[in-house]
């Protein structure tokens, strides 16, 4: 059990009722990024399970995955199916039925457009490649961890899973759901969606995903029309009154300029490669497009 300097009980709740567990105690909190970094460089396995404390997992669900891991050493991830705890007949924000990516790198995933959930009906039951898995609950090759350099670390928290995958698939990797295996998510358990600071992550990582990650051939007609659907994004929150959440868009922009050198050398670093619209799990249009001006609610309508 990894503690990321948590403020509660927590340690020693576990010290005095599950002494057997081995604790790695962090200094101060990481986020979620380096937090993972840190305690899994102490960690001697083949596999690891990034699994966040509001999942509930029945037994038995890890083998599906493993089966798979092992049936293709070109698989770096792999996630199962995600349904809402609240609501079990239905899929989860976080993850769903396995992730995908738009062609201006807005992610989505199979059973869930933006705020829009669908029904399970054994729909997303499949094994399926796919372009990132959810961080709240994904089986990582640890080699493969190791080798790309964990995850971002400025990415604090919010689409680091879908950085690391993006990486992975740019070395070759494969990225993959199992829809046999399934678990329950709380989501929002740490930070709720509702607060700004979340804003904030996801909008300035969101940019910070496609600087990385895009080859050159395409990249400033995308990071321009993202910067544009940012601000209207913004418009319309100050619109709802949500005047903090559309500050947080702006300092989200301010942000990624402030440390331009940082994404700089990070994006020289990974020198981002291979046919970006080709890759599995790509949606060639615009899901903002699709959803908020063709009203469509189905990733199968796309």
Request: with cysteine.
């Amino acid at each position: 059990m990894a503690d990321n300097a948590s403020t509660d009980d927590s340690v020693a709740y576990l010290q005095a009722h599950f002494p057997q567990v081995r604790l790695i105690l962090l200094a101060q909190n990481y986020g979620f990024c380096e937090g993972y970094n840190k305690a899994l460089r102490q960690v001697q396995a083949k596999y690891y399970i990034l699994l966040n404390s509001d999942v509930a997992v029945p037994p038995g669900w890890t083998q599906p995955l493993l089966h798979l891991m092992e049936s293709d050493e070109r698989i770096a991830v792999c996630q199962p199916k995600i349904n809402a705890q609240q609501h079990p007949a239905f899929f989860e924000y976080a993850g769903a039925g396995g992730g995908l990516l738009d062609a201006l790198g807005y992610p989505f995933c199979r059973g869930r457009l933006f705020e829009t959930l669908e029904e399970d009906h054994g729909q997303y039951n499949d094994v399926q490649e796919i372009f990132w898995a959810t961080g709240a609950c994904m089986l990582v090759r640890a080699a493969v961890f190791h080798e790309l350099g964990g995850l971002e670390p400025a990415f604090f928290a919010h689409m680091e899973e879908i950085d690391f995958c993006w990486r992975a698939k740019n070395a070759g990797y494969r990225v993959m759901y199992n829809g046999q295996s399934h678990v329950l998510h709380v989501g929002g358990g740490t930070l709720h969606k509702s607060n700004p600071k979340k804003t904030f992550l996801n909008f300035r990582n969101g940019l910070a995903l496609l600087y990385k990650n895009i080859p050159s051939q395409g990249l400033l007609s995308s990071i321009g029309l993202r910067v544009l659907l940012d601000w209207i994004a913004a418009l319309r929150m100050l619109v709802a009154g949500q005047k903090q959440d559309a500050r947080a868009v702006l300092k989200a922009h301010a942000d990624l300029l402030r440390n331009r050198t940082y994404w700089r050398k990070r994006r020289k670093e990974q020198q981002p490669k291979g046919n970006f619209p080709k890759m599995a799990g790509v949606y060639k249009g615009s899901i903002v497009w699709e959803y908020f001006i063709r009203q469509k609610r189905m990733v199968k309508d796309l």
